[in-house]
């Protein structure tokens, strides 16, 4: 009896010690394992591991916080939940809104600690699902109509349910079908297919920058029987002063067309835009290729335009649509180039639109580029350039040379090419520079320095002329210096007359001889004096007597 009391007590004391901690705190229940939360388009929902698979009767609770308010709220749906995941998307969150989510493992009382997840918003862990798509049946085309994920009007995609962009792969239905991916409007059609082929294809949903959704299920259809009457091809629209002309290709004869114009941006919008299509004036039951309409027509943006043909009964399916720009199809006009040399011998230019030319809006929207063709006028060769500014120099060019120019607009874009036609030649001479001031100013200088230079040269060549052909009367200043009396000095003279000369002999100091000579015409002279007659050895007794003759005399007149 004891034996038992003692067995019975060891029971319940064991018992009560297993019992003890889980009413304490669950310490023998683990929490949740990866948990996370998936999100497609509206629908939220939260799942989780087990941490002890072989627990049964383990129920998992789940709460949120918001920034907004800091005490936990039970999330609906995810309660007392037996299975690893549960759907809360009824609960109205901000999608944009930041939220915290816990979750635990309970077991009648006992429960485990809280597994936390990291603050997110909904918006951030949502992904896109796969769109909704309609298809319609042609016989060289199928129309496609695609519905946008998510709830419409409201739920995750409520403000972008319009920026949505589609892309499409398209094959046949065959093993060796070749695909295309393209990417398409909500509603739109895809060309270029062959009658009666089945075509199969899938769409998936991008939101820009970096979202890209689930394909949806593959949707296969088959075209109808070729149409007796051909669609119109190659529609363009050219733009002529203030007319715009549609036109397109056709093979048959004795068909009417019409044409119908539909705002650009509603093809973006969901839904049936069939019955927004517009009449285009002037281009209904038309029976050339080619229709007239005012450019008042259509405002500012841009439109798709179509074309159909009908020859009474039957009428062809709608043509490719045609994207229509109103920025783009303006005329441009050549621009006004104005230019000017300066002195550094260089030519500015400066280019300006024509003040009635339709290019000016065009530069609000797309960047105008200026080709420029610069040439010497006596030269063949050209230079070209472009140049988005418009005022520019051209340096370091020829002195007192003739350059020409030419420009033209051209406008440049990804999807679109235009230029108008070149402008009038416009000519300019450039100046001197200081090249030629240099060489003008040494000039000057040396004109200057010349001066006196050619005078003196003259002077002389002109006292030459003179000396030669118009001799002077009197003898030289080298000469008629020598000379102190008046007959004496015309002895170099020519005269018939026959001057006498006289001349005095200094034989010594103490005896003075006079000798008069006689100078005949033929300029022969003597001149005797002792010494050389001393030398001489020879004297004639004519000049003796002459000589004391005329010593006499002298001596005579000294005493007198």
Same mark, same amino acid.
Request: proline letters at 6%; charged letters at 25%; glycine letters at 4%.
């Given at each position: ?383 070209? =350039?472009? *140049? $988005?500014?418009?005022?520019? +120099? ?6 007192? %040379?003739?350059?020409?120019? #030419? ?97 005095? =002999?200094? *034989? $010594?100091?103490?005896?003075? +001889? ?6 005949? %015409?033929?300029?022969?002279? #003597? ?34």
């Amino acid at each position: 009896m004891l034996a038992l009391l003692g067995a019975t007590t060891l029971v319940l004391v064991a018992a009560v010690r297993w019992m003890l901690p889980a009413a304490a705190g669950g310490t023998n229940l683990k929490s949740p394992q990866n948990v996370e939360v998936y999100i497609i388009d509206d629908t939220f929902i939260l799942r989780w591991n087990r941490s002890d698979p072989s627990a049964k009767n383990v129920t998992f609770s789940a709460d949120y916080q918001t920034l907004k308010n800091d005490t936990w709220v039970k999330l609906p749906g995810c309660q007392s939940v037996a299975s690893t995941r549960c759907n809360f998307s009824s609960v109205k969150l901000n999608v944009y809104e930041e939220i915290k989510l816990r979750i635990r493992a309970e077991e009648d009382s006992n429960t485990s600690p809280w597994h936390y997840v990291d603050s997110f918003t909904l918006f951030e862990k949502a992904q896109i699902g796969p769109p909704k798509v309609h298809l319609e049946a042609e016989d060289k085309a199928i129309i496609i109509n695609i519905s946008p994920p998510g709830t419409k009007d409201r739920g995750m995609w409520a403000l972008d349910s319009s920026s949505f962009t589609y892309s499409l792969d398209i094959w046949k239905n065959s093993s060796s079908g070749e695909r295309r991916t393209k990417t398409v409007y909500p509603r739109d059609k895809i060309y270029k297919l062959s009658p009666e082929t089945t075509y199969c294809l899938k769409v998936k949903a991008r939101l820009l920058p970096r979202k890209t959704g689930v394909c949806s299920p593959v949707y296969c259809i088959k075209t109808t029987v070729e149409n007796k009457l051909p669609p119109p091809e190659n529609i363009q629209v050219d733009a002529k002063n203030h007319i715009y002309v549609l036109k397109w290709d056709y093979t048959y004869e004795n068909v009417t067309f019409q044409a119908q114009w539909l705002h650009a941006y509603l093809k973006k919008i969901p839904g049936d835009n069939s019955g927004k299509w517009k009449q285009i004036p002037n281009c209904e039951n038309v029976q050339t290729t080619q229709c007239v309409f005012p450019k008042n027509t259509f405002r500012k943006g841009i439109y798709l335009i179509r074309v159909r043909a009908s020859d009474g009964n039957t009428t062809s399916v709608w043509s490719n649509e045609e994207k229509f720009d109103t920025q783009l199809q303006i005329t441009l006009f050549p621009p006004v180039i104005t230019m000017k040399s300066t002195n550094d011998v260089s030519l500015r230019v400066y280019i300006s639109a024509p003040e009635e030319s339709e290019s000016k809006p065009v530069n609000h929207h797309y960047p105008l580029i200026y080709e420029i063709v610069f040439f010497e006028n006596t030269s063949n060769a050209e230079r070209k =350039i472009r *140049e $988005n500014r418009t005022d520019f +120099t051209f340096p370091k060019l020829k002195p007192l %040379t003739v350059y020409c120019i #030419k420009a033209r607009v051209l406008i440049q874009e990804e999807k679109w090419n235009k230029s108008s036609v070149f402008s009038d030649i416009v000519c300019e001479k450039t100046k001197p520079g200081n090249t030629s001031k240099t060489w003008l100013i040494a000039g000057v200088c040396a004109a200057l320095f010349s001066i006196p230079v050619v005078i003196y040269v003259m002077k002389l060549l002109f006292r030459c002329i003179s000396y030669v052909f118009f001799p002077s009367s009197k003898p030289p200043s080298t000469i008629d210096e020598y000379f102190s009396e008046q007959p004496l000095r015309n002895l170099l003279l020519l005269t018939s007359e026959e001057q006498t000369e006289r001349c005095f =002999i200094i *034989e $010594n100091t103490n005896t003075i +001889t006079a000798v008069e000579e006689t100078n005949q %015409t033929d300029g022969e002279h #003597k001149k005797y004096n002792s010494q050389t007659s001393q030398d001489s050895g020879n004297y004639s007794n004519e000049d003796e007597s002459s000589g004391s003759k005329f010593s006499e005399e002298f001596l005579h007149q000294e005493t007198e």
